[in-house]
Each structure stands twice: as C-alpha cells, then as structure tokens.
C-alpha cells in the first residue's frame, strides 16, 4: 500500500525537523496553563473544564501543522516524481492525513499527564475523560482535513494557513451565531457547526450521529483535496 | 515501447500540443528539440501521466496510460526540468523512498548503491539534499529516474546545470543506458543532441516540424553542395575556371587573404561532388589550392531553418514566452 510510503516519508519530515516539536511543544504549554489554572483557582480535580478549550489551541495549531503538506511538493517540484509514479491520488492524499493525524495523537497522548495528575489528587470521571479525548481526536481529524484540503488550492504555505484557518474560524463563528438564529435558520447552523456535536462527547456520550458527522466532514475535506488535485494539479 | 497517436492539450485558447504522433523503439534515445515553450515539457509531462491530453492516446509497453496508469507509470523514469528532491532528506533515503514508490521489487539496498554507482554520487549519499550543490543534484535528480530499472527513461533537459566534464559523464551514461533503456530526452543544446541521439523530433508550436536521424535532417535541408576554398592565383582566372566546371552553380571571392589569395565560395549542386574535378581544373591552370572545407549545413542550421520557415509560413508573431508562463 502505497499510503504507507507516503505516510512514513512526511512523519519522518515532521520529526527529524523542529516543526513537530514546536507545535507539539506548543500545544502542551497552552493546555497546561489551562489545566493548572483550573486546579489552582478552583482546588477541584478535574480537567474537563480545561479539555473544553483544547479545540480551540488546536484550531490554531492545525493550520499550521498542515500547511506544508502539499504546497512543499509543488515548491520543490517532487509532485512530478510522486505522481508519474504508480501511486493513486488517493493514496497520497491519505498518507499525508495519517501522518497528521498522528502527530496530532502524539500531543493528545502528551496531554494524559493531566489525567494521570487529577488521578492521584482526586477521583477523576474517567468516563467523561475518555468520551471528551475521542471527541478531541475526532474534532482534530476534521480540522486537519480542512488544513490538508486547503494546502492543496495554492503553492504558498503562508496562503494554505489563512485559508485553513479562514475556513476553521468559520464553522466556530458559525456556532456563535446559534444565539442569535431560531426556527430553520438555527437548525442550519446546528448542522453544519463543527462545534456543536463535540458536546455530547464532553458530557461523556459517544453519540453515533456525532462520530458519523466528523468522520463524513473529514472525509468530504480529504475527497475534495483529491478532486482538487486532480482537477488542478493534474492538467 | 512508447506508441503516441494523436496527441492534443490546449490551455484556453492556446494549443499548446497539436495533434503529435511518434513511436519510440526499444533500445533508442529519441530527441526533443525545439525553441522555449514549443510543447516539449508538456509532451513530457503527459508521458508520464502528469498533464492529461484533450486527446489522443499513449500506450507504454503496451499499457495505455489513461486506462491502465499504474501498469503503465511502472515502466517510466521521469526527470522533470527541476529535478524532484526533497531537500530533508539524504540522498540514499529518497532513493530508497523511490524504490518503494515505484513498486521495486527486488533488493533496495543493493538497487541505491547500483544508481549511485552509475551516476557517481556514492561519496554524498549521507548528505542531505539540501546542501548538494547543482551538479550533484542533477546527478540525483537522474539516479531518481534511473532507480528500479524502469524501460522508458524520460529526462526533460538532463544536462542542465552541469560542468562540461560531468555533461560528457551524464552523456556518457545515458549512451551506455540505451542498450538496456529507451530513453527520450529534450534539449535545446544541439551539439548533445545529435551526439547521443538516434532520432531527432524537432517541435515547433505544439507541432512535429520534422523526424528523422540527425544526419539526415541537415542533409535533407541542405539545397547545395558549399564548398569555401582558398586559392592563390588572379582572381579572373581563378573565377573563370570554376564557373566553366560541370555541376557548378555559382562562385563569388569572398575573402580577401592577401594580394594574390583569395577565399571563394562554390555552390554546386546537391549531391554532386566536384572536389575532384575542381582540383585538376585548377592544377591545370597552375593555381594553387591552399584551403578547402565542404559546408556541412548543421543541426544548428537545420533547426533555425525549420523553426524559422514555419513562422515565416504562418506569419504570425506570438511569442514563445506565453508558453513558457503555463
């Protein structure tokens, strides 16, 4: 499987650069301030309050983490050597996603300090704990799907960036405005907010309609980075 | 071993290729030759299933790329313009990663050092690619294509970037892959392409000006038999001589050596020989001949010629640098 090539060539651009660690590093940080923020003004174990803000430390790390994806390739001109090789589109395009993904796994398992801390001071929901990771790992997948998507429209990875997180800012304003919206235009929103049914995983349900909403946005995300390239890069 | 037919790519309302046929046979370097953004690097790419034709058909091996592009893409080596290096990497680990890109079957490790061999880069082949200087990465970039043996080698301006001692290295290699590949190769440098190529294919604006073997395109194009030849002696006489031979069409002086020498310039007609008859003529009348060379027309000639004619036929004046912007 060709997937696997690729997968294992852009992990490996990732860790034996900084870029992995900084952002890595990045994430770490902020969800640490927020968790001990939480326990030191609150003297309460728990870090659910904290995990509530992990979507939006990563809505800006995603960007950042996918931008070189596919860009790098038409920069460097290795897209002609990739693509006059036997290799699908798909493929490619799926290699790159896991590789991201699994650097987005690597700072989420970095994250398990916190519970291994709120375990030793407290009794911790670890129910609740576990829904609210898978809902973090899903919620990141669609992200990094837009970020790979929108690395895929231009050569410059400064533009890939503001157009993931244009798009990013985008389904989170859109969950803003289910304040302001009743009736049809709310339920619109409701459908398409990105945020909306990470909620039910805080609240420690794994709802099926909810894993099935990620995993068809991202699948739309990465379907249309293929269509892209074909249709773009291959003309 | 490569069958086009038909072939056509259009941006907008620019053809970029129009309508290209040709076949390249097992064992034969063929090669591109044509001014900047007369298509040639779009042929290429849709050699090897990067740009996909309006129309027309490719068949590698047999496979016809857009049916069966897998089957196909296994049997090509691609060395786009800019060779494809990323620059994270060391040489050995994107041959490697090429190996398993191209479906390599057979050892890896002894397959790398085999390219690295032929393209002499086994000194730096812990190096990452982004401190290799130009040469070695051309080198790189053509170990790329060459790695895991594929039939058809398709090299877009293989010698770009080299030093004159390493452009008749890599010339040298492509001649010697030849017996075990069939290579394609573009250039616009035509000493190297009539030195290693068996066919020349001479595109102008997305057309097939002329095919044929080297020799036979400056001769075909050639319409007289040039001879410049110097000669002591009057010039009356001397003119009077040549022009009373067989098969001469014109002669002028056209060179003045020193008072009694004089460089002329013989037209005779084609295919016709008249070093022979010259000479007696002019041993008879007791003048000298100091200089003789025979005008060959050369590829040079023969490619400004067909360029050149076919702009004058369609006496349009776009400018090749539309092309080049795609």
């Known amino acids: 499987m060709k997937t696997w090539t690729i997968f294992k060539r852009e992990i490996r651009g990732y860790f034996y650069s900084p870029q992995a660690y900084i952002l890595m590093g990045f994430f770490i940080l902020l969800t640490g301030f927020f968790f001990s923020d939480f326990i030191v003004h609150t003297r309460y174990p728990s870090i659910q309050y904290s995990m509530a803000n992990w979507p939006m430390i990563f809505l800006f790390i995603a960007p950042i983490l996918t931008m070189k994806l596919f860009t790098e390739e038409r920069k460097y001109g290795t897209e002609k050597l990739v693509f006059s090789s036997p290799i699908s589109v798909t493929e490619v395009v799926l290699g790159k996603f896991l590789s991201v993904c699994v650097v987005y796994l690597s700072s989420l398992i970095l994250t398990l300090i916190h519970v291994i801390i709120v375990s030793i001071i407290g009794k911790p929901d670890l129910g609740s704990i576990f829904t609210s990771y898978i809902g973090n790992m899903l919620l990141g997948f669609s992200f990094l799907s837009v970020g790979v998507f929108a690395s895929s429209l231009t050569e410059n990875q400064i533009i890939s960036a503001i157009i993931s997180f244009g798009l990013l800012i985008f389904f989170w304003i859109i969950d803003i405005l289910q304040g302001i919206f009743s009736g049809i235009p709310l339920k619109l929103i409701k459908l398409i907010s990105l945020f909306e049914p990470y909620t039910s995983f805080q609240n420690g349900i794994i709802s099926l309609s909810s894993v099935i909403y990620y995993i068809s946005f991202t699948g739309i995300f990465l379907f249309l980075t293929v269509r892209v390239i074909k249709s773009r890069w291959l003309q | ?326």
């Open chain 2, 1 to 326: 071993m490569i069958e086009v037919s038909n072939l056509s790519k259009s941006y907008g309302s620019l053809k970029a290729v129009d309508d290209i046929s040709f076949s390249l046979k097992d064992g034969e370097i063929l090669g591109f030759l044509g001014p900047n953004g007369a298509g040639k690097s779009t042929t290429m790419n849709m050699l090897c299933g990067l740009t996909i034709p309006d129309e027309g058909e490719i068949k590698i091996n047999g496979f016809d790329l857009s049916k069966n592009p897998r089957k196909a893409k296994r049997h090509i080596g691609y060395l786009p313009e800019i060779p494809p290096l990323y620059p994270d990497m060391t040489v050995l680990e994107l041959l490697s990663f090429c190996c398993e890109l191209k479906d390599y079957s057979g050892n890896v490790s002894e397959e790398c050092n085999r390219v690295l061999n032929l393209c002499g880069i086994e000194n730096v082949k812990t190096r990452l690619i982004k401190n290799l200087s130009k040469g070695y990465r051309q080198r790189t970039g053509i170990a790329t294509a060459l790695i895991g043996n594929p039939k058809v080698l398709i090299l877009d301006e293989p010698t770009v970037g080299l030093d004159p001692k390493q452009i008749k290295e890599i010339r040298d290699v492509i001649k010697n892959l030849s017996k075990k590949h069939s290579i394609i190769l573009s250039s616009h440098i035509l000493p190297e392409v009539s030195a290693i190529c068996d066919r020349i294919i001479i595109i102008n604006k997305g057309k097939i000006a002329a095919i044929d073997t080297p020799e036979n395109l400056s001769s075909s194009l050639q319409s007289s038999f040039n001879i410049y030849i110097e000669i002591e002696g009057p010039k009356e006489d001397v003119l009077y001589t040549i022009s009373s031979l067989d098969n001469v069409l014109s002669v002028e002086a056209v060179k003045k050596i020193d008072e009694k020498i004089f460089g002329y310039m013989i037209k005779g007609e084609k295919d016709k020989d008249i070093r022979r008859s010259l000479f007696y003529a002019l041993a008879d009348g007791k003048m000298p001949i100091l200089k003789l060379e025979v005008e060959q027309m050369s590829l040079e000639d023969a490619f400004l010629h067909i360029t050149l004619e076919e702009e004058f036929k369609e006496g349009e004046d776009r400018t090749y640098e539309d092309l080049d912007n795609i």
